[in-house]
């Protein structure tokens, strides 16, 4: 055992001179034997570790909770410009380094030759992967105001962010990671550009934010959300343009008597704002238009105030549009779909939309009336209802909102049922269909009330203002391609474990590309707040039309999980159908394609089976385009559409004349193929093609004869 005097040895000339340099909040004179024996044995190996250049031992006296903020600074200092710095910082850990260089000063910085050695351009080599990895921490430890440290006795430590070493560490990460783009909607490798920029919104450095944008980092994109990430919405980091649109309306009241009430952090916010756009309009690459006043004269309000409609896009994106209208004389009305979610979401549960396809004239009247209740109950206090309640339009505004839900819950109902809100529609539920197909449901069920809420406006002949700002239509087109290679990694078993989550923007823009020959009547496309007409109208449907219908064929179908998963669903549907399948891998078959076809007669069987109420020239073209496999599979008929369609159109056009007993005889030549298929399918096609076509043009044809 070493003597008890070994432990608290006097303070040597080397020793004073270290404390004095490096622990800057104690000042011990010679002989003084206050220090603590712990204390002087740190001071005692942190010097010799100094000497030695031991910096793994350092490292270690940096990362004592006894040590001082101080001495800490003093530490990063030194080993960010001592002697040998370059080599001992390339053999260190990144994350450590990344450390030092969030801690660091703009000084100490700019004399760091280990950082102004990094390479300047992007390369694939070992040595550029880790400086990309130790720069991008370093920017995102910086830009939260948090070092994650990678020893848990420290935990999180604060760093207050100087704009000027932010530039310095900012300026040698290589463009290409700023703007990278890899697995995603358009989503970064790392998201640096949206993720830092985020993040230095969130912590009031709209400045640094300035001086990105100067640097042509985009500001346009999202990046996929990771732990602690900050602007988040709906999964994703929402791109910084995207951030600053709610502050739009308030930059003309600055220096007002309206921002007499503002606190601190909203004039802080909103003078941020107003820094950005400048900066983006600087620098030529703003998506939106930048300021009040131009949304405000903008064709889309104008168009509004003319003929009074929804505005989609990207909820921020739209945002000062929405609030534009609502500001217009046309606007005590609900003018997104979000204000009448408190209809929508409840029937968005598998049980309640079940409720709905069975019986809409009960479930829609409930839901309303929940609904309205719970309008009134946040009338006074909702954002939502702001400029409702500043014009004193209480009841126009409850009024014109159940027109709207009442409207769009009996669409609904009889659009195209889902498929996927349960394991098995034709027996005991025990598990989530989602689950097998590799998709989220509740984002799923949403994205299918937003594709109904455009066929809604379309009966009710109310424009759609279509806010294309911040959308990326490669994104758009690309949609299949990043859908499917999620679903493989989700049955693989790879990424994050997750099913896919919908992108309801990627897919209503779909939607209008898609059956845009029904929905041009509807559908305004916008873009800055201009109302595309002609040439530019033409060229911006057409180019994307021709490029998604290339991309999704290269797509291809999505991937399915092995044919086993279906079995009990495949054996509700038909007892035959799976060994039929099982037989055709037997016989050489592509496993693979047989297990999409599996999942696909699912699927599709999931609808078929709650089409009972939903119209009947949609369930035609649905049976049409989307369930070939059913077809060939002989799950339906092969000669029902003829008839089914002949009823279904009856009544109109050429066929005004038709007379109830010729209308009686097509029935029965549809209940003939009805017949054909399989049992589950018979009653809900019977109903959907037979019984409510037929009541229908009965009462057309009864009106007629008068």
Not at 232 to 241: E, L, R, T
Not at 307 to 322: C, H, L
Request: proline content about 5%; overall charge negative; hydrophobic content about 40%.
């Amino acid at each position: 055992m070493e003597p008890e005097d070994d432990l608290n040895p006097p303070l040597t000339p080397t020793m004073i001179a270290f404390l004095e340099k490096y622990v800057l909040d104690i000042e011990i004179p010679v002989g003084d034997p206050t220090p603590s024996p712990e204390t002087l044995a740190s001071i005692a190996r942190a010097e010799v570790a100094f000497n030695d250049g031991n910096w793994d031992s350092v490292r270690e006296e940096y990362r004592s909770t006894d040590t001082t903020p101080e001495a800490r600074a003093a530490m990063v200092t030194k080993m960010l410009t001592g002697p040998g710095q370059t080599e001992r910082l390339a053999a260190a850990e990144p994350i450590f380094v990344a450390h030092l260089l969030a801690s660091a000063t703009a000084e100490d910085l700019t004399q760091c030759t280990f950082l102004q050695g990094l390479p300047g351009s992007p390369s694939n080599s070992d040595k550029q992967r880790k400086a990309v990895d130790m720069l991008a921490d370093a920017l995102e430890f910086m830009s939260k105001g948090l070092v994650m440290h990678p020893m848990e006795k420290l935990g999180f430590a604060k760093v207050n962010m100087a704009p000027e070493a932010f530039e310095i560490i900012a300026k040698k990460l290589p463009q290409k990671y700023w703007n990278d783009t890899a697995r995603g909607l358009n989503a970064p490798e790392r998201g640096m550009g949206p993720r830092i920029c985020a993040a230095l919104w969130e912590n009031g450095h709209a400045d640094s934010i300035c001086m990105l944008i100067d640097q042509d980092v985009d500001t346009r994109r999202p990046a996929q959300k990771q732990r602690g990430d900050r602007g988040v919405y709906s999964g994703f980091v929402m791109p910084v343009q995207h951030i600053i649109q709610n502050h739009m309306k308030d930059i003309p009241k600055l220096d007002t008597p309206a921002a007499a009430d503002w606190d601190e952090m909203k004039i802080k916010r909103v003078k941020g704002a107003q820094k950005i756009f400048a900066a983006l309009d600087a620098k030529g690459t703003a998506e939106t238009l930048t300021s009040w006043e131009d949304v405000v004269g903008s064709d889309l309000i104008s168009a509004f105030e003319a003929a009074p409609g929804t505005i989609w896009g990207f909820e921020n994106m739209r945002g000062p549009f929405v609030s534009a209208a609502h500001d217009t004389d046309k606007g005590t009305r609900p003018v997104r779909m979000m204000e009448i979610w408190e209809a929508v979401e409840p029937v968005l549960s598998k049980d309640d939309y079940i409720g709905l396809l069975e019986n809409p004239d009960k479930k829609i009247p409930e839901v309303i009336y929940a609904a309205v209740n719970k309008i009134e109950s946040e009338f006074d206090t909702n954002n939502k209802y702001a400029h409702a309640r500043a014009g004193g339009k209480r009841d126009a505004y409850i009024k014109a909102f159940v027109e709207a839900a009442q409207s769009f819950l009996e669409t609904f109902a009889k659009r195209i049922p889902a498929g996927v809100v349960s394991r098995d529609a034709m027996g005991p539920d025990d598990g989530s269909l989602s689950q097998l197909m590799g998709v989220d449901p509740g984002k799923y069920m949403g994205m299918l009330a937003c594709k109904a809420g455009l066929w809604d406006a379309k009966k009710n002949g109310e424009p759609v203002y279509y806010v294309m700002d911040g959308i990326n239509m490669d994104d758009v087109i690309n949609y299949k391609k990043v859908q499917n290679q999620a679903i493989r990694e989700y049955l693989d078993g790879e990424g994050d474990g997750e099913t896919f989550k919908e992108v309801i923007t990627m897919q209503e823009v779909r939607e209008i590309l898609e059956h845009w020959d029904e929905l041009q009547d509807t559908v305004k496309i916008c873009v800055k707040g201009e109302i595309l007409t002609g040439a530019k109208l033409k060229n911006f449907i057409e180019t994307h039309q021709a490029a998604m219908v290339v991309a999704d064929k290269s797509a291809g179908r999505a991937p399915a999980a092995p044919l086993d998963t279906f079995k009990s669903e495949l054996d509700a549907i038909d007892s035959k159908i799976y060994s039929k399948l099982q037989k055709a891998i037997t016989r050489g078959g592509d496993a693979d394609v047989i297990a999409m076809d599996a999942r696909d007669i699912v699927l599709k069987a999931n609808y078929v089976v709650r089409i009972a109420n939903a119209n009947s020239v949609l369930v035609l073209r649905y049976l049409l385009e989307k369930c070939p496999k059913l077809f060939e599979y002989e799950l339906l008929a092969q000669g029902l559409v003829g008839p089914a369609t002949q009823v279904a159109t009856a009544g109109y056009g050429d066929n005004l004349e038709m007379t109830a007993k010729e209308l009686k005889k097509l029935g029965e030549a549809v209940v003939k193929q009805i017949k054909k298929c399989t049992k589950n399918f018979r009653q809900p096609l019977a109903k959907a093609l037979v019984e409510h076509p037929i009541l229908e043009h009965s009462q057309k044809l009864q009106k007629l004869a008068k």
